[in-house]
């Protein structure tokens, strides 16, 4: 089974940045056989898709992130990353990394890396 860790997550002020990452363990380029994706949770929310993409390279993006947030991996690296700028204090959240598999999330999730966006 793939372990999937998230790191990089941090608290900045609104408009900051910040890149996430997903390291991927085993000796598989395991983002070069299944599509992944970045999820995030909020506080009393559910959790959410925020960005994926797919074997080939293809992404797609929530409507709350598009044109803020990218979604990229090195595969010869195992890792995908989320780079995320002009960050609002709404994209506090824990981020998870996931596969997706059958367009679902594979089932159980790592610890997740968390965002805290504030002045």
């Known amino acids: 089974q793939v372990q999937l860790v998230e790191s990089g997550g941090g608290s900045v002020q609104p408009g900051g940045s910040l890149r996430l990452s997903c390291a991927a363990s085993g000796p598989r380029s395991i983002f070069s056989i299944t599509a992944a994706g970045w999820y995030r949770q909020a506080p009393g929310k559910q959790r959410e898709l925020v960005a994926s993409?797919?074997?080939?390279?293809?992404?797609n993006y929530a409507d709350s992130v598009k044109g803020r947030f990218t979604i990229s991996k090195d595969i010869t690296k195992r890792t995908m990353f989320l780079q995320m700028n002009s960050l609002k204090p709404e994209d506090t959240a824990v981020y998870y990394c996931?596969?997706?598999?059958?367009?679902?999330?594979?089932?159980?999730w790592g610890q997740g890396t968390q965002v805290t966006v504030s002045s």
């Open positions: 996931n596969l997706i598999q059958d367009g679902s999330p594979r089932d159980g």
């Open positions: 993409i797919s074997r080939l390279g293809a992404t």
